[in-house]
């Protein structure tokens, strides 16, 4: 019996590091220069999470796959951005673990195909209630000034005129939040 348990409490701590990739990041698109960008799976509970360590510019961001709700926490401007995620863009989990299996393999960053782009307009009023989105965004917005960002469908960047922040998460996607809570 106890050999079971140090056993599975072995096996745990030898397979959990597998769930995490480091990737870095050299100044390919993100906002305010270069960093390095982690990226942990948790397949137990449809979570991935993406660290660009950069830092006063160092962002976080989280995808909770089973509420279907993804936020950033852009740690410069002390706020949390929540959306509903957009599943005919962003990757599944399993998409997700897969790119960056790949792109870890392969020793390179940006190459292949563009990375595809979202644009999302910060509604200016804080959300009173993180527990809507989920533990894991709850968590991670807990005690910052948190708002909800909703999809603007054929924008451009070039178009918009408020100040915007940008995401390059991993050569895959550009994630872009527009508003008045960025000009703080």
Same mark, same amino acid.
């Given at each position: 019996?106890?050999?079971?348990?140090?056993?599975?409490?072995?096996?745990? !701590?030898?397979?959990?590091?597998?769930?995490?990739?480091?990737?870095? !990041?050299?100044?390919? +698109?993100?906002?305010?220069? /270069?960093?390095?960008?982690?990226?942990?799976?948790n397949n137990e509970h449809n979570v991935a999470n !993406?660290?660009?360590?950069?830092?006063?510019?160092?962002?976080?961001? !989280?995808?909770?796959? #089973?509420?279907?709700?993804?936020?950033?926490?852009?740690?410069?401007?002390?706020?949390?951005?929540?959306?509903?995620?957009?599943?005919?863009?962003?990757? /599944?989990? #399993?998409?997700?673990?897969?790119?960056i299996k790949e792109k870890k393999l392969q020793g390179?960053?940006?190459?292949?195909?563009? &990375?595809? +782009?979202?644009?999302?307009?910060?509604? &200016?009023?804080?959300? %009173?209630?993180l527990s809507q989105f989920g533990d894991s965004i709850?968590?991670?917005?807990?005690?910052?000034?948190?708002?909800?960002?909703?999809?603007?469908?054929?924008?451009?960047?070039? %178009?918009?005129? #408020?100040?915007?922040?940008?995401?390059?998460?991993?050569?895959?996607?550009?994630?872009?939040?527009?508003?008045?809570?960025?000009?703080?």
């Amino acid at each position: 019996m106890k050999f079971t348990i140090v056993f599975a409490g072995l096996l745990g !701590v030898f397979l959990t590091p597998a769930l995490t990739y480091n990737i870095n !990041v050299n100044d390919d +698109g993100n906002s305010n220069g /270069s960093g390095q960008q982690s990226v942990s799976i948790n397949n137990e509970h449809n979570v991935a999470n !993406v660290d660009n360590n950069n830092g006063w510019n160092s962002w976080n961001s !989280v995808w909770d796959y #089973q509420n279907s709700f993804a936020a950033t926490r852009l740690f410069d401007k002390q706020a949390c951005f929540v959306h509903k995620m957009n599943n005919d863009v962003m990757p /599944s989990l #399993q998409d997700l673990d897969a790119l960056i299996k790949e792109k870890k393999l392969q020793g390179k960053g940006p190459g292949g195909p563009a &990375p595809r +782009g979202l644009i999302y307009s910060i509604n &200016p009023d804080k959300v %009173s209630d993180l527990s809507q989105f989920g533990d894991s965004i709850s968590n991670m917005c807990s005690g910052v000034p948190t708002y909800v960002a909703e999809e603007v469908q054929g924008a451009s960047l070039f %178009s918009y005129s #408020q100040k915007c922040f940008i995401a390059n998460i991993l050569w895959i996607l550009n994630i872009s939040f527009c508003g008045e809570a960025l000009e703080n």
